[in-house]
């Protein structure tokens, strides 16, 4: 048997710690909130009789491991790496046995955002590690899913981001007459083992130029600023309610900052201007005298 050696790698997000094995872990994609949902791993359930636990998540050769504040990773990430690769070179698989990655339910429930067109439908599955916005047929190319949920004529754009997917309906019919059947159509779409996002996906040209991440050794200290507070303020609140937000550039000059908003935040007039304005707000106060407008663009 191979001899299992675990890495460890730092995320953008400060709370998630990447420990990425030597060789494959899965061939899913699989995310654990509570010991409960952890059936088929004993090591996972370990792992959460750990106070620091927050969340697990297990893909391909790595797991994510996001902990509670109560501590800092630089405390226990060693002993944390010790664990799972002691764990791994004597069982072989995260997994109790090789049917379980199979048997694990899909769980599936819907909640509405605040734009009445996008539902955001979450799942107890760690669907991509990416922000993944598609908005037409013409871009679903290395998306299967997507590929798939377009063949409802009701679609009209979808967002994939961690564990949800955000559909954007058309006007010509009401949730409440199709919110069942694509939570049917997802749980077994993702019970029969299909994939989500191919693994050499890459998104579009135009989606690439925009998606393009900000090298922070490259920015001012007020963009660096700008992009910390979006972090720890509005994501956060942004993705509970289907969306992302990414920062764009920051105009010294005229004190503007440009932000992109995504899935449920993208194509609502209503949600749109209320976030905006929730953002300027939150920056014009934690950072006076130095924001005079922010612009948002739908992504």
């Given amino acids: 048997m191979q001899i299992c050696n675990i890495t460890i790698e730092t995320t953008n997000t400060p709370s ?119 908005l037409s047929i013409e871009q679903t190319k290395g998306v299967p899913l997507a590929t798939a949920l377009f063949n409802f004529p009701f679609v009209k754009e979808i967002f994939i981001s961690e564990n949800y997917v955000s559909i954007t309906k058309t006007e010509s019919i009401d949730w409440f007459e199709i919110i069942n059947e694509i939570r049917s159509f997802l749980k077994n779409y993702l019970e029969g083992g299909k994939s989500v996002v191919d693994e050499d996906y890459t998104p579009s040209e135009q989606q690439a130029i925009e998606q393009e991440p900000v090298h922070l050794e490259n920015l001012d200290d007020i963009s660096k600023e700008i992009i910390a507070i979006l972090d720890e303020y509005i994501k956060p609140a942004v993705a509970s309610d289907g969306g992302n937000i990414m920062f764009q550039s920051y105009d010294t000059n005229s004190k503007t900052v440009n932000v992109i908003l995504q899935g449920a935040c993208s194509g609502c007039p209503s949600s749109t201007i209320t976030l905006k304005n929730g953002i300027e707000a939150t920056l014009k106060q934690l950072l006076p005298n130095k924001i005079e407008e922010v612009v948002a663009i739908n992504g």
């Fill in 16 to 134: 998630i710690l990447k420990f990425v094995a030597n060789t494959m872990l899965t061939d899913g994609s699989f995310e654990y909130n509570t010991v409960e949902d952890a059936t088929n791993s004993n090591l996972v359930q370990q792992l959460f009789h750990l106070p620091f636990i927050k969340k697990v998540f297990v893909t391909a050769n790595f797991m994510a491991i996001e902990r509670y504040n109560i501590i800092e990773w630089e405390d226990v990430q060693d002993e944390l790496q010790q664990v799972i690769e002691n764990y791994l070179n004597k069982n072989g698989s995260i997994f109790n046995n090789e049917d379980d990655t199979k048997k694990m339910p899909v769980q599936i429930y819907a909640e509405s955002t605040p734009n009445p067109s996008v539902m955001k439908f979450v799942t107890n599955k760690l669907l991509t590690s990416q922000n993944i916005e598609v």
